[in-house]
Structures are given as C-alpha cells and as structure tokens.
Nanobody, 123 residues
Framework: QVIQVESGGRLVQAGESLTLSCKVS????????MGWFRQAPGKEREFVAS?????????YYADSVKGRFTISRDNPENTLYLRMNNLRLEDTATYYC???????????????WGQGTQVTVSS
C-alpha cells in the first residue's frame, strides 16, 4: 500500500519561493513516474508537474507553472520535490504527490492520496 507524506507548505508572499517534499513508502519508488497535483478551494484537483523515474529525468509541466516550478526526485530517499519560484496568488492550494500513469499524462496512478501540504500565497 502506497503512503505519501507531503510537507513544506506554508504562508508566503507573492514573488517568494518555496520547496515542497513528498516522502513515499510502500512501493518501489523508482518504478514510477512521479508527479505533483494541487487543489484550490472549490476547484478540481489539477496536475502540476511530473518526472520520469531516472535521476537525469525528463520532466513535464502544466502551462500555468512552466518556467517557475521545478520538479525533482531523490530516488535513494524515496522523496519527490517541487521547487516553486515567483509564487502567485493563484498558486494557493493544497499540494499532493502521486505516481503518474505515464510521463506526459496528467492522470494519477494511485487512487489513494496523502494529506497534502497547504501553500497559501498572499499579496
């Protein structure tokens, strides 16, 4: 059974940077394309970014975060990261990690989700 534990979210001002982490257990981390999703209040959960299994990995981003966010992974530590620069008000959401059905897709692989980590961007 997969377990995802997200952390690193907090209140920041617009323009600031933040790095999120997601520790994954219960599965073989290196077998999966991994990704970040987010859900803003009153909205559907949406895809943010994904990264291929190898450390020199290919990445894929939603247009809304391209050029501002960077996804990375530490395979020995079973940990996924999301570096977020130049944060905007519209980035306010709860952020989650999950495996992906493939690189270039926007669909999560596992039906279970972690508790997420809240990012709030203020003006």
């Amino acid at each position: 059974q997969v377990i995802q534990v997200e952390s690193g979210g907090r209140l920041v001002q617009a323009g600031e940077s933040l790095t999120l982490s997601c520790k994954v257990s219960g599965v073989t981390f290196t077998q999966y394309v991994m990704g970040w999703f987010r859900q803003a209040p009153g909205k559907e959960r949406e895809f943010v970014a994904s990264i291929y299994w190898s450390t020199d990995s290919s990445t894929y981003y939603a247009d809304s975060v391209k050029g501002r966010f960077t996804i990375s992974r530490d395979n020995p530590e079973n940990t996924l990261y999301l570096r977020m620069n130049n944060l905007r008000l519209e980035d306010t959401a709860t952020y989650y990690c999950n495996a992906m059905t493939g690189l270039g897709t926007t669909s999560p692989y596992f039906s279970s989700w972690g508790q997420g980590t809240q990012v709030t961007v203020s003006s």
